[in-house]
């Protein structure tokens, strides 16, 4: 009546097990943690599109719904690369670095999935300099940004746009010490194509905090 | 291993009936010293019992609120009952081990009981739906006041437009007794506009079954009529600091002819030209006396009898208005300095007193007092 | 059924301040948090013995003041509620679902122990940041544990609503990693033959609330982050004047917080739809039913949010209402299924029963009250009064913590390996709930007289006087209560009678090993064909289905 013992299906001391589902236990934590994160810039857009919605200009005495407001309009065209007042303006060229960074990500997994351990710490490798340049364009823009007025309190566009892009950024930067820490244990010969839970999670990390970008770049610049 | 033995049971309705005593004497013996009347206390478990609403619109309400009372009750006791009487009646016997019948569920049942609960609560719903449309529902209205909340006190501005400074005819500053408060027509719509200046505050008044909040950035309005003339007391009722619960204010209901005179005079008030401030050295002896964080700087002050004196009033609540009007034992008020909105100062000339003791206060708030002896 | 030939207390050569320390083992992780929750109950029922004897009479008709300044009684309310809604009841039922979700899934610990150990620790360092508030310049937060802007802004509140909002971003994230490591223990580890349908309610319970967590605490997250930016960064979120709205901030704020009220309960009612059976000694009655009400409640937890704005003027009413309406009836099945387990069953009134039974009762009164609110024109006279305090209480209090206690005195002995006194239990059941209902039901009076929350004195004349005496001696006969249950505690640590694997005669997996459990959990595993292993271990296949 009583069951085995061993039909406990545990193994190793990370009690890593796979389950019928397939997906590793640290796959799946990841996948539950970005749900979370999702919450979280969920909270941080409707907060946006609700200021966005009800923000007003006194224009030749009439109140008027305008957005971005008048004076920081002119700073958000990522199609110039430069701004009026001759400035680079490189929030087109990091977003596509940033992006380029998910597709180098991918390769890199693809390789591990097929025990081609060079290949991999190559690809993310690549992948954690283009964060990273992603991360110091993004500084650059904010010095560009300041300059010309756009600060936190300079209205609720100030506010809204260097919280979002900041967490955003944030975000960025842990991708990118969860990637050293991927590449660090991949030169270590960690990884091989039987295990390599932790590099399916931060890639799927990793990815969304691209698809983050895409809609906040597409929200703040495009819409 | 088994259960453990049951436990005497025998000793515990004993025991319970001694805590209820006990913890019941004590309840007696604090309302006792605190003055309570076994008519009061009665009184207090019954706030809603023969009291009428004031408004036209909170009857609404009330009927709604019986409503969802009487069908509370039922389910109250008819849940309960089944909960105690599962209890008593089937209290497992000692030395039974045998085990009772092994129900899973009964789909038939279940499907009942969520039927009828979703009915019970679409009913509802619809009925305060349709109650909602008369409490909200805007109509022409006679006056139009405008509420203005701000740490910690109201003040009313009577419009004669839409609610902007421009429009505002005259503001009562003092919210509360009976040369102060908002006044309004018995039996007439009025319209109630609300500006929050700091933070958010709430307009409510219990006998009209009503709140509505006033926050900043938003003008909430609502109209209603009184019923029956009387004063109503309101309090703020949305936390706003640590002068929350001294926010209070008073709704006048009077007739229109006493309402007419009234609004007039106020008018014609607003519109003179004030009287330039008596000049000249103080009368008699000078008594310091300051307000700051909504109350005075001392709560005990000495005067001399029979003799004019001053009071020299440093207002330090910056944005807040606050005056020292003066009362006597029985409540009569003997002296009304006038207002001044901080940061500011003023010499008030007080008349000369009988000697005994006397309550100072100011009008805005009647939470700041003290006392004046007066020898 | 298996026992263990094991001697759990295994010489140690470590010392056990040492293990405690740094253990990742999930039984200890849950006692830890049991401890740390209970030290926050106390600290935040001092806050309101505060509270009550403030209120117990009007200082005098006309004077604010008395015992503290208006000040410092707005921190104690502030503290009092952010102390037991944050530090105490969240974390408890988290720490009871830390305990019993690995054994009652037969699994050895948790997904993600040392992320476990995590969740822990930040919550006495959240807590600590919370209260060192009370050592700021200014104060403590002091706006309410909504802390609404602008009163929550840097205008007039000082550095502790800073160190609040940083305690309570850290109690989040302790949440939040709890949440994820529950939801893969429970997808990934159940025992062969658990299916999720076999599993026990408090699992499903657990499984529920960490997905509101998950989905809900990152809201809240956002919601101070965006206070704390528009107090320090001269951000204008909730700014008026600068293109900002006050109402934003109650928006994102009650999105996190109303499916927080359904964390408070859910494991609660949990833990009831474990004792419930145990002590009738028939299975839960509509199983099923159950699991869909709890998910029902869930969903629809998350779409009432506004209905604690009914009077803000910015609200969709009808909407609100009607969810808010809906709400009750998957509660009420509940309810109903509850009952039906005690039907015709042969009920032992041990402890965890009676607790169990004094939640019934309780928590029926907070639904039906919770009605008037839903009924928007009632809710317009009702909000922001006492009303409102009693609504909170009979929930919270006679559900909530009347939840908890069951679940202490039914799984101390597992815990332990020592029996709880039954006299001294019942003893403080009887106080508590006597003190309870002197405290809390008078307010529902208060409130239709027109007493408001959060008012740090009244005036005589308002007819409130008698009530607020009854509700501070109600208090502190709840004050008087936690003694019986303290002692009781203590003593039965030493010298309680030796449980045994099974006291109470359990159905699921975790009156299957030792009491207390060795650190891996099972020797052996009962098979598992029903939601009650263990009762059917104990009497066969053929007294079961």
Redo the contacts between chains.
């Keep these: 009546?009583?069951?085995d013992?061993t039909?406990?299906?545990?193994h190793g001391p990370a009690?890593e097990?796979h389950?019928s589902?397939g997906m590793g236990?640290p796959v799946?934590?990841m996948l539950?943690?970005i749900?979370?994160?999702v919450?979280?810039?969920?909270?941080?857009f409707?907060?946006y599109f609700?200021?966005r919605a009800?923000?007003t200009e006194v224009i030749n005495s009439v109140s008027t719904h305008v957005w971005p407001?008048t004076q920081f309009q002119h700073l958000l065209n990522p199609f110039t690369l430069t701004t009026e007042s001759g400035a680079l303006n490189l929030i087109l060229p990091a977003t596509l670095i940033l992006l380029s960074s998910s597709v180098t990500c991918q390769l890199g997994l693809m390789a591990i999935r097929r025990n081609d351990r060079r290949g991999f710490v190559r690809a993310f490798a690549v992948t954690l300099v283009l964060g990273v340049s992603f991360l110091l364009l993004q500084a650059f823009d904010y010095s560009v940004l300041m300059h010309e007025g756009l600060?936190?309190?300079a209205?609720?566009?100030?506010?809204?746009y260097f919280?979002l892009t900041g967490?955003h950024g944030a975000h960025v930067f842990g991708g990118a010490l969860m990637l050293s820490v991927v590449v660090y244990r991949g030169m270590a010969g960690q990884f091989s194509a039987k295990h390599h839970d932790m590099v399916e999670a931060v890639s799927w990390y990793w990815h969304f905090v691209d698809v983050v970008w895409l809609l906040l770049f597409s929200i703040l610049y495009l819409l | 291993m088994s259960m453990p033995p049951r436990s005497r049971t025998g000793s515990g309705p004993l025991l319970a009936g001694l805590i209820i005593v006990m913890v019941a004497a004590v309840a007696v013996i604090v309302l006792a010293a605190a003055g309570a009347t076994p008519q009061s206390v009665w009184d207090s478990f019954f706030p809603v019992q023969g009291v009428t609403p004031a408004t036209d619109r909170s009857h609404s309400t009330k009927s709604l609120y019986d409503i969802v009372f009487y069908i509370a009750v039922a389910v109250f006791f008819l849940v309960e009952g089944l909960i105690v009487f599962s209890v008593f009646r089937y209290r497992r016997k000692p030395g039974d081990d045998e085990l009772p019948p092994q129900i899973h569920g009964n789909n038939v049942v279940e499907v009942i009981w969520t039927v009828i609960p979703t009915a019970i609560v679409a009913f509802l719903f619809l009925l305060s739906w349709q109650t909602l449309n008369t409490v909200d529902a805007k109509v022409p209205t006679d006056v139009h006041v405008r509420a203005v909340a701000q740490r910690f006190q109201w003040s009313f501005q009577y419009l004669d437009g839409p609610s902007s400074d421009a429009n505002v005819l005259f503001t009562q500053v003092i919210p509360v007794g009976n040369d102060g408060g908002m006044f309004i027509p018995v039996g007439k719509p009025v319209q109630v506009d609300l500006l929050a200046k700091d933070v958010i505050h709430a307009f409510y008044v219990p006998k009209f079954l009503f709140k509505r909040d006033a926050v900043p950035g938003k003008l909430n309005t609502f109209d209603f009529t009184v019923d029956e003339a009387g004063t109503y007391r309101g309090q703020c009722a949305e936390l706003c600091g640590p002068g929350h619960g001294a926010m209070v204010f008073d709704v006048h209901a009077v007739d229109q002819a006493t309402f007419d005179t009234w609004f007039k005079a106020q008018v014609a008030q607003a519109a003179a030209t004030p009287t330039p401030a008596a000049s000249g050295a103080a009368q008699g002896p000078v008594v310091d006396l300051a307000a700051q964080n909504i109350s005075y700087s001392t709560k005990a002050l000495q005067a001399p009898a029979d003799t004019p004196f001053t009071i020299d009033f440093k207002n330090d609540d910056t944005g807040v208005p606050h005056n020292v009007a003066i009362k006597d034992a029985s409540g009569n008020e003997v002296f009304k300095g006038d207002i001044i909105t901080g940061p500011a100062e003023k010499s008030y000339d007080v008349p000369a007193l009988k000697p005994g003791t006397y309550t100072f206060v100011c009008s805005v708030h009647p939470t700041m007092t003290g006392t004046i002896t007066v020898q | 059924m298996?026992t263990t030939t094991l001697n759990p207390a295994a010489p140690a050569y470590r010392s056990a301040l040492y293990e405690w320390l740094t253990t990742t083992d999930h039984k200890k992780i849950g006692i830890m948090y049991l401890i740390n929750s209970i030290i926050f109950f106390l600290a935040g029922g001092i806050l309101a013995l505060i509270v009550r004897l403030q209120l117990v009479i009007p200082k005098d008709a006309t004077t604010i003041g008395g015992l503290v300044s208006p000040e410092f009684y707005n921190q104690a309310f502030t503290m009092h509620a952010s102390f037991m809604l944050f530090l105490f009841i969240i974390p408890i039922l988290a720490g009871f679902g830390n305990y019993a979700v690995p054994l009652q899934i037969?699994a050895?610990?948790m997904?993600?122990?040392r992320i476990n150990a995590l969740s822990f620790w930040l919550l006495p360092l959240g807590g600590a940041l919370m209260a060192s508030g009370f050592l700021a310049t200014g104060g403590a937060a002091a706006s309410g544990w909504t802390e609404y802007p602008p009163l929550s802004g840097a205008k007039f509140n000082g550095p502790g609503t800073d160190l609040w909002i940083m305690g309570l971003t850290l109690i989040g994230t302790s949440s939040?990693l709890g949440?994820?490591?529950f939801?893969?223990t429970i997808?990934?580890?159940r025992?062969?033959?658990m299916t999720l349908f076999r599993m026990p309610i408090m699992v499903w319970t657990i499984l529920v609330t960490s997905v509101l967590v998950?989905?809900?605490?990152?809201?809240?997250?956002?919601?101070l982050?965006?206070l704390f930016?528009?107090r320090n960064?001269?951000?204008?979120?909730f700014?008026p004047a600068?293109?900002?709205?006050a109402i934003?901030y109650q928006?994102?704020f009650w999105?996190y917080s109303h499916p927080a009220v359904y964390i408070m309960i859910l494991p609660a009612m949990g833990i009831v739809s474990e004792v419930l059976p145990v002590f009738s000694r028939k299975p839960l009655f509509g199983y099923k039913a159950f699991v869909f009400a709890t998910v029902a409640i869930g969903a629809l937890g998350f779409s009432v949010w506004a209905h604690h704005m009914f009077t803000t003027g910015a609200v969709f009413l009808p909407f609100f209402s009607l969810m808010t309406f809906l709400i009750a009836v998957p509660t009420g099945v509940k309810m109903f299924n509850w009952i039906a387990t005690l039907w015709r069953g042969k009920l032992t009134f041990s402890t965890p029963l009676v607790f169990a039974t004094g939640f019934l009762t309780m928590f029926l009164i907070g639904g039906l009250n919770g009605a008037f609110s839903a009924a928007v024109p009632v809710d317009f006279a009702i909000h922001d009064t006492y009303w409102v305090v009693a609504h909170l209480h009979y929930v919270l209090f006679g559900g909530s913590v009347f939840g908890v206690f069951a679940g202490i005195y039914y799984w101390f002995p597992k815990m332990t390996g020592r029996m709880l006194n039954e006299t001294l239990g019942k003893l403080q059941f009887l106080i508590m709930f006597i003190g309870f209902n002197m405290t809390f039901f008078p307010m529902h009076q208060l409130g239709l007289a027109g007493m408001p929350r959060r008012i740090a004195d009244y005036s005589a004349s308002a007819g409130w006087t008698d009530l607020n005496i009854v509700a501070t001696i109600g208090g502190f006969t709840i004050a008087a209560s936690i003694l019986p249950f303290l002692w009781n505690v203590l003593v039965s640590l030493r010298s309680g009678r030796i449980a045994g694997d099974d006291p109470w005669e359990g159905n699921t997996l975790e009156w299957a090993t030792s009491s207390p459990p060795p650190p891996y959990n099972?020797?052996?595993?009962?098979?598992?064909r029903s939601e009650r292993p263990v009762f059917d271990?104990r009497h066969g296949q053929a007294a079961a289905h």
């Design positions: 009546m009583t069951a013992a039909a406990l299906t545990t009690l097990t389950g589902g236990n799946l934590g539950l943690f749900t979370s994160e919450m979280f810039f969920a909270g941080l409707a907060a609700s200021i009800g923000y407001p600060t936190m309190g209205t609720t566009f100030g506010t809204t919280t967490f | 298996a037969g050895p610990d997904a993600f122990p939040i949440a994820i490591n939801l893969v997808f990934k580890m025992a062969p033959g998950l989905m809900a605490t990152p809201v809240l997250t956002s919601a982050i965006m930016i528009d960064y001269g951000g204008h979120f700014d600068n293109g900002g709205n934003l928006n994102v999105f099972f020797d052996h595993l009962p098979e598992i271990a």
